[in-house]
């Protein structure tokens, strides 16, 4: 019996469940609503991501990358996939670049060329020609182009369907089914269309120097959302319809974010997200009225309930990820922070899960309507 090995998982797992202990444990909101651990697994145990190539119609295939439901996950060095159900279906281990999404997944190679994309069952899904780094979101893949100024979208065939240039660096990009928006250094936004046609590209302009440095794309791509600029910052809400695009929505931002700022649709467009200086900031985009919450340092992802007022952030600042509850508009009910290298959150209406270095977590959200 291996008992350091036991020791260490045992350690880990305590970590996690008491540091969701005290989230659930911090939100005083009455006997209906509550957060429930369910499960937390360890991915370092978790069988090894199968590799089969071309060669993979007669090849035998965990019947778990089969079902649906499947969740990837990418924390540190590792990448895989996993079940609602709590099943680490499987986990993979390399020092190189990784992108991975429900749909696919890639392992730069050290040279970044002719990057293989392979399914979560492990056959070949396309080999992404010439140089650069690939970017794998959903069904899409994406290859940016070294020297940082053009990215190319590939078919399912492994042939570029569209290419755009630029003479700056992107800062900013977001896709989802409907397109693609690019923010780039000198403070140009487009957005092209998923048959490859552009919708738009301006420059918002307004600040002092002119860069995007978020942007993102609705499910239907009817809205783009943006923060711009330093010194007067902005943020900005570009509607897109019937060929026509124009701002709906602008408001300036006290402070300044200098780096790449999170921004975000929730799936159902309802709400847009974005980062400040002053924390997160919440657009309700039918009535155009911003609320924000005071959550500091990085945000790497906010979760999304259709229909529900409850969601939950992910942040970073000095080392340490914080959890946090927010109920709409902007009242901030719980949170706690913890000590990590990597961590993820993937939230699926009620269901919570959280990644923490070598260990996953769900968390279910009970009571809300």
């Known amino acids: 019996m291996n008992i350091k090995g036991n020791i260490k998982y045992i350690v880990t797992g305590s970590v996690i469940f008491l540091a969701i202990y005290m989230f659930v444990a911090a939100i005083p909101i009455g006997p209906d609503v509550s957060f429930t651990p369910v499960w937390t697994r360890d991915i370092s145990t978790a069988p090894a991501l199968p590799v089969l190539g071309e060669n993979a119609k007669?090849?035998?295939?965990?019947?778990?990358?089969?079902?649906?439901?499947?969740?990837?996950?990418?924390?540190?060095?590792?990448?895989g996939y996993f079940l609602p159900d709590g099943t680490i279906v499987g986990s993979t281990r390399t020092d190189e670049r990784i992108s991975a999404s429900s749909s696919a997944w890639a392992i730069y190679p050290?040279?970044?060329?002719?990057?293989?994309?392979?399914?979560?069952?492990?056959?070949?899904?396309?080999?992404?020609?010439?140089?650069?780094?690939?970017?794998?979101?959903?069904?899409r893949t994406y290859l940016f182009i070294p020297g940082g100024c053009a990215v190319s979208q590939f078919g399912p065939d492994g042939k570029p369907l569209w290419t755009r240039e630029h003479t700056a660096p992107i800062t900013a990009f977001h896709s989802s089914p409907a397109g693609t928006v690019i923010?780039?250094?000198?403070?140009?936004?487009?957005?092209?269309?998923?048959?490859?046609?552009?919708?738009?590209?301006?420059?918002?302009?307004?600040?002092?120097?002119?860069?995007?440095?978020?942007?993102?794309?609705?499910?239907?791509?009817?809205?783009?959302?943006?923060?711009?600029?330093?010194?007067?910052?902005r943020f900005i809400l570009i509607s897109v319809k019937d060929g026509q695009y124009k701002i709906v929505y602008h408001a300036w931002l006290e402070g300044n974010v200098r780096?790449?700022?999170?921004?975000?649709?929730?799936?159902?467009?309802?709400?847009?997200?974005?980062?400040?200086?002053?924390?997160?900031?919440?657009?309700?985009v039918k009535k155009r009225s911003v609320a924000f919450v005071p959550i500091a340092g990085r945000i790497h992802a906010v979760g999304e309930c259709p229909g529900d007022s409850l969601f939950v952030a992910l942040?970073?600042?000095?080392?340490?990820?914080?959890?946090?509850?927010?109920?709409?508009?902007?009242?901030?009910?719980?949170k706690t922070t913890f000590r990590a290298k990597d961590a993820f959150l993937i939230q699926r209406?009620?269901?919570?899960?959280?990644?923490?270095?070598?260990?996953?977590?769900?968390?279910?959200?009970k009571g809300v309507k």
């Open 58 to 79: 007669n090849a035998a295939t965990p019947e778990s990358l089969k079902k649906p439901g499947l969740e990837a996950f990418v924390l540190g060095d590792r990448l």
């Open 110 to 139: 050290g040279d970044a060329r002719n990057t293989s994309v392979h399914n979560p069952d492990g056959s070949l899904r396309m080999t992404v020609p010439g140089s650069g780094y690939v970017h794998v979101d959903g069904d």
């Open 183 to 233: 923010g780039y250094a000198d403070g140009l936004i487009a957005c092209v269309r998923s048959d490859g046609t552009e919708a738009f590209s301006f420059y918002p302009g307004g600040s002092n120097y002119e860069i995007i440095l978020g942007a993102a794309i609705s499910e239907d791509g009817s809205l783009i959302a943006c923060v711009s600029g330093i010194e007067r910052q």
């Open 259 to 284: 780096e790449q700022a999170f921004v975000d649709f929730e799936k159902n467009s309802a709400f847009a997200f974005f980062q400040t200086a002053k924390g997160l900031g919440i657009l309700d």
């Open 315 to 334: 942040s970073e600042s000095e080392g340490s990820y914080t959890l946090s509850a927010i109920e709409r508009p902007n009242h901030l009910i719980a």
């Open 349 to 365: 209406e009620k269901a919570v899960f959280l990644g923490l270095d070598q260990t996953i977590s769900r968390i279910d959200i």
